[in-house]
């Protein structure tokens, strides 16, 4: 078991741009999640998935971002027409259920100009 | 809504001093509970967590916390601290009602002199 990978590790993009983040979970585990995570501060919620399910979506979570989990394996996070305040590393973890215990993956830092 | 609580930024302290990170929770039953490590330019480690059971609870690399219900806290603790120990560290609460959505503190910085 490799844990849960991450890519792209850094995106720069223009504001405008559309991009899209891949995660890969721990094989076992149905839970997924995504958390943005800016400088000085914890993580914060986005939304997860149970299997293919997305059960939760923050209310913070504007309409220019989706996630995707097809077929309950890996998950895409898609911000379209990026703007500054995006920038930020996005973390994806994995569990299973319960315990619930999240393990995280690296993160994709996104660097919106 | 649940919510955490970490009153320092940052922390100091000498090498081979012990160290207790504070961290306070807001939630209306018994959460589930973590801490977690991150060093510069990676994701977070899970150090330890509560679910239920003894109150002091042990987790990786020496660390332990406690859970105290009537302070609504649940302090991490390391006896003697290595300069490896130098990260940023978060603590988080799991609602048990919708499990697995966890709310993460704001962090406490350590670093260690020598």
């Known amino acids: 078991d490799t844990g849960v990978s991450q890519d792209p590790r850094h995106k720069i993009t223009k504001r405008g741009q559309n991009v899209t983040f891949r995660c890969d979970p721990i094989s076992e585990h149905n839970r997924l999640y995504w958390y943005r995570q800016t400088l000085g501060q914890g993580p914060e919620f986005l939304t997860y998935?149970?299997?293919?399910?997305?059960?939760?979506k923050s209310r913070l979570l504007s309409d220019r971002f989706s996630a995707e989990r097809p077929k309950g394996s890996f998950s895409t996070l898609e911000i379209q027409r990026t703007e500054q305040g995006d920038s930020a590393m996005y973390l994806c973890?994995?569990?299973?259920?319960?315990?619930?215990?999240?393990?995280f993956g690296p993160g994709t830092r996104l660097t919106v100009t | 809504a649940q919510s955490v609580t970490q009153p320092d930024i940052h922390i100091t302290v000498s090498e081979g001093a012990s160290l207790e990170l504070r961290c306070n929770y807001s939630y209306g039953a018994t959460p589930y509970l973590f801490w977690y490590v991150q060093s510069p330019g990676q994701g977070l480690q899970l150090l330890l967590k509560y679910f239920s059971g003894d109150t002091l609870v042990q987790g990786i690399k020496g660390f332990e916390a406690e859970f105290k219900r009537s302070q609504s806290s649940f302090n991490l603790r390391k006896p003697s601290v290595h300069w490896s120990d130098a990260a940023e560290y978060f603590c988080a609460v799991g609602a048990r009602t919708n499990a697995g959505k966890s709310t993460f503190g704001d962090g406490t910085t350590l670093t260690v002199k020598p």
């Open positions: 998935f149970q299997n293919e399910a997305q059960l939760e």
């Open positions: 973890a994995s569990s299973l259920d319960p315990p619930y215990e999240q393990y």
